[in-house]
């Protein structure tokens, strides 16, 4: 009699003679990229280094697609978009010690994010490991320590027959609910190295599915569905699960509104008689949350922004849906149900009871009037009109990608982003120069629509080089400069907290004419022109530069009151 876990598939005839006879001159490199393509990757992005170059001389046997950057941690970025764009893991290639390092803060937004990152890097030869101090070039007494709190898992290879599980293991790591970065290394000898090992044909790319306990929804359903007035947080990993359908027909059922969170961004359709919208950071939203009887949080660990800087307090029950152990139940009481966003969701579609609510939509009519009552009061009108002038601009189906600037701050509450996966942002490390570089991970997972991305001058500064990247590869990415003269929130901030700003103004280049020496065309707008030159930059194949120089201003909080 033969059992499931008997069956072995059996190798075709070119695949017994690939492995019988493999092509000569392959190295430890071709193993690494052999892998990859193996497991579904068409695409990597990277830095070589001296330590690495086996990989990178393997890329020129292989049919995997290049994206070079000009700094590691601008090419974490573009992987990082790369994977939230597709839903693959996206190799990232570094090179050892200083390479490496330079990464971690884009591995750290990865994480932070929950987005699928596939980094590998070489490591110094095997005879230098264990923590010695042998003087190799880059040799760090423990490379993987420093990204071990940082990513989800850490694989170190140390021969060449370890290659192809360690990143098949890896690639299913990253991309297992919550998706994440992870880290494999490997010694630069190993890749170096002439192989015998047989071409690597295939992997297992499927990850394990995160499926909810069935008596956990069953109390779930069951509460939701005697609720009197039930409410949804909708946070990233409804976007990352593809889960936007489920959660507007739940909503539907349960005539329940729904706010998004700055990461769950389209999650739930803008105009819906029942979106919240994503006005987080206001007291009548937080009001509003903290009178539902039963609130549903989804693919949200209601941290600082989410919960108006940890001033939410709930009154009723919460239940709450999360793939991150870790966060789950971390900053609040609830039903926690350790599961994938869309697994969950569709277990309470199959078992909740449709309610009758009537006043819900008056309900949300009357909470964003008061939102826009109290912004209006603040005379914003440059800054409403700017982010304006930008969603007219962008087409609909085209996605964004927000550095850390007072034009984001605007655009997480208050930018519709006309659906699911279409706007991004470095809200979950929060550090600068995300915006650019990974707008060109986005445009290399999708050539078909333009992408924006947004910066200030400060954050514009970390990651200009990539001029040269986005030209090099034709990339159409446009990139909308508002230049303040210096680090416009922390300058917010200072002057709030202490009557004046210290270290936040800057000597700052002609945009306009550093984009034009990288052969990237640029233009210098206005308010009052914003939007026609941004949807012509837009419309014009390949990457384009738009410089608003104009001083926003952020709106009022309400958690500091």
Request: net charge negative; aromatic share 6%.
């Amino acid at each position: 009699m033969t059992h499931d876990h008997d069956l072995v598939l059996r190798p075709t005839p070119a695949q017994t003679e690939a492995a019988l006879n493999p092509p000569p001159g392959r190295r430890g490199g071709d193993l690494v990229v052999e892998t990859l393509a193996g497991l579904g990757a068409t695409t990597v992005f990277g830095l070589p280094g001296q330590h690495a170059l086996g990989v990178f001389d393997a890329l020129r046997r292989s049919d995997l697609r290049y994206i070079g950057l000009r700094v590691e941690n601008n090419a974490g970025f573009a992987a990082d978009a790369y994977g939230r764009i597709t839903g693959e893991a996206a190799p990232l290639l570094l090179s050892t010690g200083p390479g490496a390092l330079t990464a971690l803060a884009a591995l750290h937004e990865a994480a932070a994010a929950s987005a699928p990152v596939l980094a590998i890097s070489s490591q110094i030869p095997t005879a230098g490991l264990g923590g010695g101090r042998h003087g190799y070039l880059h040799e760090l007494p423990d490379q993987a320590a420093s990204f071990r709190g940082v990513v989800k898992s850490v694989h170190t290879v140390r021969t060449q027959s370890q290659i192809p599980s360690a990143i098949e293991a890896a690639w299913k790591s990253a991309l297992s609910a919550p998706h994440g970065p992870v880290w494999v290394e490997i010694p630069q000898d190993v890749l170096l190295a002439e192989t015998h090992i047989p071409v690597v044909t295939g992997g297992d790319a499927f990850p394990d599915e995160l499926s909810p306990r069935p008596e956990l929804t069953a109390v779930a359903a069951d509460l939701l569905s005697r609720a009197s007035r039930p409410a949804i947080i909708a946070g990233g990993g409804v976007v990352r699960a593809d889960a936007s359908k489920k959660l507007r027909q739940l909503a539907e059922t349960l005539q329940a509104p729904v706010v998004t969170t700055y990461g769950g961004k389209g999650a739930f359709p803008w105009k819906h008689p029942l979106s919240l919208q994503s006005w987080l950071e206001d007291r009548h939203t937080t009001d509003f949350l903290e009178d539902a009887d039963v609130l549903l949080v989804v693919g949200s660990g209601l941290g600082e922004l989410s919960s108006n800087y940890h001033t939410f307090k709930p009154r009723g029950r919460v239940i709450q849906i999360e793939a991150d152990l870790g966060k789950l139940e971390s900053n609040h009481p609830a039903l926690g149900i350790h599961a994938d966003a869309r697994l969950a969701l569709q277990a309470l579609l199959e078992t909740v009871s449709e309610r009758q609510d009537p006043t819900a939509p008056e309900r949300v009519r009357a909470l964003l009037a008061k939102v826009a009552a109290r912004i209006a009061a603040q005379e914003l009108t440059l800054e409403q009109d700017v982010l304006a002038s930008v969603r007219k601009a962008l087409p609909a189906n085209s996605p964004s990608f927000w550095d850390m600037t007072i034009l984001t701050y605007w655009a997480w509450p208050a930018f519709d982003p006309k659906g699911p996966n279409h706007m991004h942002s470095a809200q979950g490390a929060g550090g600068l120069g995300y915006g650019f570089p990974a707008a060109l991970g986005a445009a290399a997972a999708d050539p078909t629509r333009p992408v924006l991305a947004v910066s200030g001058d400060g954050g514009a500064l970390y990651s200009i080089a990539e001029l040269a990247t986005a030209r090099q590869y034709e990339l159409n990415v446009t990139w909308l400069i508002v230049d303040d003269g210096g680090y416009g929130i922390l300058r917010a901030y200072m002057t709030d907290a202490f009557g004046e700003a210290t270290a936040t103004e800057l000597t700052r280049p002609d945009y306009v004419a550093l984009a034009e020496s990288f052969g990237v065309p640029g233009v210098r707008t206005s308010p009052e022109t914003l939007e026609a030159d941004l949807a012509k930059a837009l419309a014009a194949p390949g990457p384009s530069v738009v410089v608003l120089p104009a001083v926003l201003r952020m709106f009022a909080p309400t958690h500091l009151g």
